[in-house]
DNA sequence: GACTCATATAGATGTTTGTCAATATGTTTT
DNA sequence: AAAACATATTGACAAACATCTATATGAGTC
């Protein structure tokens, strides 16, 4: 994954109404009404913010009749995860502050 | 670390510049005029980018005379990493797709 | 004290972004 | 077929943002 896939991802968890959809889809799979009952947006606002996760790959569509149900993708989150990671193995040779 | 700090890290990591100003303190403390070096923006932007990451504890300044030291704030970032593996963690008890 | 260097702040500007209302598309139900 | 439902798209708009120029602050040097 290299940094420009980062930034991406990095933009679509920087708004509070995306990472809290992402919280919501850890716990597994929903649907968009599901999700769309725990905010204060209206239904074209979700539909925008679902199109920017799936766009960087943290999310994952499956439609399902009128339904479409949303997933985290492992993958992605997992290499995003390894690229965290990274940072903090710098730290942790002693090349942070702190 | 509440999911409003890790929103305001990820909007400070989601512009690409910051991103790689991050990277390179990944490899230890740099000051202003380093960093400003490997960018094509002017000082004034470098300092606008060091500020945002600053305010969201990422990075850390330490004044020396006219520099400005900059490094990674361990603390943050391996919060940070926590975060991010948490949402991992869930995919691995199968709740993602993928 | 005048000059240079490193950084910060202020103000301006064009772009991106989050949001909504209106509408379109496609599916299920009656 | 018509109505209801779930979602997507379009267009508009205000707020946030990245960037610049100009200027200020403050430290070292001549």
Request: proline fraction near 1%; aromatic fraction near 6%; glycine fraction near 12%.
């Amino acid at each position: 994954m290299n940094a420009m896939d980062v930034a991406l991802i990095c933009r679509a968890l920087g708004d509070s109404n995306r990472l809290q959809i992402i919280q919501m889809l850890s716990d597994g799979e929903k649907c968009g009404c599901k999700l769309l009952e725990q905010f204060e947006i209206t239904q074209p606002t979700l539909s925008h913010h679902m199109k920017i996760l799936c766009e960087c790959g943290l999310v994952e569509a499956r439609k399902e009749g009128k339904w479409s149900h949303y997933s985290l993708n492992g993958e992605t989150l997992d290499a995003f995860r390894q690229f965290v990671e990274g940072l903090c193995g710098s730290c942790r040779e002693g090349k942070c502050g702190g």
